[in-house]
């Protein structure tokens, strides 16, 4: 099972941009990958996923033209840049893997693995 570990989060103002980042272990580049972010009170959401090539990605539409995701496979490591933040932004963002080698996850049931998760807040 791939294990995951997040980084990056902190306190930016509105319009500003973080860049979080993703490590994760042994067997890393066999896996689709995705962000995935949950608000207080509010239900998990599809944030992006990226192929285990760093080919296809896709986004949720709330994020669509201001977050990019992006893999390093030498390095073991997945990143969001997210630009243009906003207020609604504001979440606990975790990194998760797919459930099977070599496919792309598409929504939130095809995680198998996940990360602890980081913090992002974003003031107005």
């Known amino acids: 099972q791939v294990q995951l570990g997040e980084s990056g989060g902190g306190v930016v103002q509105a319009g500003g941009s973080l860049r979080l980042a993703c490590t994760t272990s042994?067997?890393?580049?066999?896996?689709?990958l995705g962000w995935i972010r949950q608000a207080p009170g509010k239900e998990r959401e599809f944030v992006a996923a990226?192929?285990?090539?760093?080919?296809?990605?896709y986004y949720g539409d709330s994020v669509k033209g201001r977050f990019t995701i992006s893999r390093d496979n030498y390095k073991n490591t997945m990143y969001l840049q997210m630009n243009n933040l906003k207020p609604e932004d504001t979440a606990v963002y975790y990194c998760?893997?797919?459930?099977?080698?070599?496919?792309?996850?598409?929504?939130?049931?095809?995680?198998?693995?996940w990360g602890q998760g980081t913090q992002v807040t974003v003031s107005s």
């Open positions: 990226i192929s285990w090539s760093g080919g296809p990605t």
């Open positions: 042994r067997g890393f580049s066999f896996y689709g």
């Open positions: 998760a893997a797919h459930r099977t080698t070599y496919q792309t996850p598409r929504g939130l049931d095809d995680f198998g693995s």
